[in-house]
């Protein structure tokens, strides 16, 4: 095999297993685990991954870890906030709500009215945002703090949703996918944002049409988890329509 091609095939199982080790490497190509650092020492001056101790890890968008709040801010924003103000009329005095760490669910904090609400969340954002809004009453779960995303991970912040019960979730996801189902870029979040689910009789998804027929590398859940979809008008109607004969409501901001 030639170096360019063992490298190409390093390359697409790299981004395929989103991290690999050079011992597992020399293996397979049946080469020294020098030559398999040489290798990826010239990939990542390709600047085509990024290594690791005793391997490497994908940098390919689709298999990125978890955006940092900042980029996820500034991305799409009229299409979010968008979404974010259809999702805030479906919320009604008295109700118990769940907002993840997402940005969309940031703007939707942002766009909450102060009325008599109790919002359960695992992002500080969003704990900061309704701080000033002295009707809500709002719970942090609490945990490991990822400052990427300022947000509550970890065993306590998922123990936390055991605890509660609430009329609504509201959601984000990285990608939706027929067949693949709800799917998120980083595991800490999949898990926790499947608990927010268990924890909700109604769960609202918000999400762009750019997320559509998206595999992200954790499958969340089954498409079927969500009531309603709250997305914007830019959406495939063939996807609307595949949806809705899931009985998943569909709700175009």
């Known amino acids: 095999m030639l170096v360019a091609e063992r490298q190409q095939k390093i390359l697409e199982l790299v981004n395929d297993k989103k991290s690999v080790r050079v011992t597992d490497l020399s293996k397979a190509f049946s080469v020294t685990e020098e030559t398999i650092r040489r290798d990826l020492e010239k990939l990542e001056v390709d600047q085509k991954l990024a290594r690791s101790h005793g391997g490497a890890i994908s940098i390919s968008p689709s298999n990125s870890m978890e955006m940092s709040f900042a980029e996820r801010e500034v991305k799409n924003i009229k299409e979010k906030r968008a979404i974010a103000y259809k999702a805030v009329k479906e919320v009604v005095e008295g109700d118990e709500i769940i907002l993840d760490a997402s940005s969309t669910a940031w703007y939707m904090a942002k766009a909450l009215p102060d009325i008599p609400l109790t919002v359960l969340t695992n992002s500080n954002r969003v704990v900061m945002e309704l701080s000033a809004k002295k009707q809500i009453t709002v719970i942090s779960t609490g945990g490991t703090l990822v400052s990427k995303s300022m947000s509550f991970v970890g065993p306590l912040a998922e123990s936390t949703f055991n605890t509660y019960h609430v009329s609504k979730a509201f959601i984000s996801c990285n990608g939706l996918h027929m067949k693949h189902g709800i799917s998120?870029?980083?595991?800490?979040?999949?898990?926790?944002?499947?608990?927010?689910?268990?924890?909700?009789?109604?769960?609202?998804?918000?999400?762009?049409?750019?997320?559509?027929?998206?595999?992200?590398?954790?499958?969340?859940?089954?498409?079927?988890?969500?009531?309603?979809?709250?997305?914007?008008?830019?959406v495939n109607q063939e996807t609307v329509k595949q949806l809705e004969e899931n009985s998943i409501h569909v709700i175009k901001a």
């Open 184 to 234: 998120e870029s980083d595991e800490m979040q999949a898990r926790i944002k499947d608990k927010m689910i268990e924890s909700a009789e109604t769960v609202y998804v918000l999400l762009d049409h750019s997320k559509f027929g998206v595999k992200a590398f954790f499958r969340l859940n089954d498409i079927n988890v969500a009531d309603y979809i709250i997305t914007n008008n830019k």
